[in-house]
């Protein structure tokens, strides 16, 4: 069902909660070492840049909060490290204030996107399995293709019927598994 692990290309991952926790967490640490590692180049400059991938990273394995986990960890370290005063969690700059609140606001955005493509991808899954268990349950066989005909399921009923299995059949064009032919004419 839904709840099993999907690839990570256009499927979703249903993690426990912990899990998807610690992934905030390590994805969080992982960008703000990035950044530390980039100091000698960059100083105090571009305090955020390594962290808007890890924010990717956390809401697209762990959904919405994990996401916002992920941003809050991220803002509060660019605080301390790289926002004057540097290693102090006071600002004094309100330009630092408002990109701080748009990094926020940009974190959240990106969460809520992940979360909205989970829900939908999930609600496919969900609605592909329900497809899947009534062709196989339907007493006559039944081939489904696509716009352009070619095979996309066959039932077990069909299989039998075709000699076909679904494996085999599957992208092929449904003319070419289900030979119709006219029967006074006996022509396809």
Same mark, same amino acid.
């Given at each position: ?20 926790? /610690?992934? @905030? ?19 105090v400059k571009l305090p955020l840049i390594t962290m808007f991938p890890t924010i990717m990273v956390s809401a697209w394995f762990g959904g919405f909060w994990p996401g916002i986990v992920t941003t809050l960890l991220s803002a509060i370290a660019a605080e301390y490290f790289w926002m004057p005063p540097v290693h102090s969690l006071r600002m004094s700059d309100p330009g630092d204030v +408002? ?20 829900? /939908?991808?999930?609600? +496919?899954?969900?609605? *592909? ?14 081939? /489904?293709?696509?716009? *352009? ?8 009923? @069909? *299989? ?6 679904? /494996? ?15 029967? #006074?004419?006996?022509? #396809?």
């Amino acid at each position: 069902m839904v709840s099993r692990l999907r690839d990570v290309f256009g499927r979703v991952w249903r993690l426990p909660p912990p899990t998807r926790y /610690a992934i @905030a967490v390590i994805a969080a640490a992982v960008g703000i070492s990035l950044r530390l590692a980039l100091d000698p180049l960059w100083g105090v400059k571009l305090p955020l840049i390594t962290m808007f991938p890890t924010i990717m990273v956390s809401a697209w394995f762990g959904g919405f909060w994990p996401g916002i986990v992920t941003t809050l960890l991220s803002a509060i370290a660019a605080e301390y490290f790289w926002m004057p005063p540097v290693h102090s969690l006071r600002m004094s700059d309100p330009g630092d204030v +408002v990109g701080l609140l748009i990094f926020v606001v940009i974190g959240g955005l990106i969460s809520g996107l992940n979360e909205t493509w989970r829900r /939908a991808t999930t609600a +496919v899954i969900s609605s *592909e399995d329900r497809l899947r268990t009534t062709l196989a349950s339907i007493g006559d066989g039944v081939i /489904a293709t696509d716009d *352009e005909g070619r095979v996309t399921a066959l039932n077990a009923v @069909a *299989e039998a019927l075709t000699g076909w299995s679904e /494996a085999e059949a599957l992208g092929r064009r449904s003319a070419g598994v289900f030979v119709i032919v006219d029967e #006074p004419s006996r022509q #396809p």
